[in-house]
């Protein structure tokens, strides 16, 4: 398992934007960002596999949210764009040792997870 480091989070008003970033103490062949809000399941945000390259944003935050990962592969970052108060959660972000099929509601294949890191959007 490798150790997950979440920073960025922080307080916006609506309409504006975050960066969240994930440093992960070595290499992990699939990476996601997961949020949750009180009372509520955690729930896909974005992940990356190194399989293909390709990215996957939920289908309800396409055109907000982007996923990148650095060349290294050992640094996950998320931008929010035009944040609603909807988007206030808790952040996660989750590293597995295996490609995973459908890495944004896989949740139990990921094996380590970072501590979170808190988003408020105010209004």
């Known amino acids: 398992q490798v150790q997950l480091v979440e920073s960025g989070g922080g307080s916006v008003q609506a309409g504006g934007s975050l960066s969240l970033s994930c440093a992960a103490s070595?290499?992990?062949?699939?990476m996601a960002w997961f949020r949750q809000t009180p009372g509520k399941d955690r729930e896909g945000v974005g992940c990356m596999s190194d399989s293909d390259g390709r990215a996957f944003i939920s289908d309800s935050l396409k055109g907000r949210f982007t996923i990148s990962r650095d060349n290294a592969k050992t640094t996950l970052s998320l931008q929010m764009d035009n944040l609603i108060s909807e988007d206030t959660a808790m952040y996660y972000c989750?590293?597995?040792?295996?490609?995973?099929?459908?890495?944004?509601?896989?949740?139990?294949?990921?094996?380590?997870w970072g501590q979170g890191t808190q988003v408020t959007v105010t209004v």
């Open positions: 989750a590293a597995s040792t295996a490609w995973i099929s459908d890495c944004l509601s896989g949740i139990r294949w990921y094996q380590s």
């Open positions: 070595g290499y992990s062949k699939t």
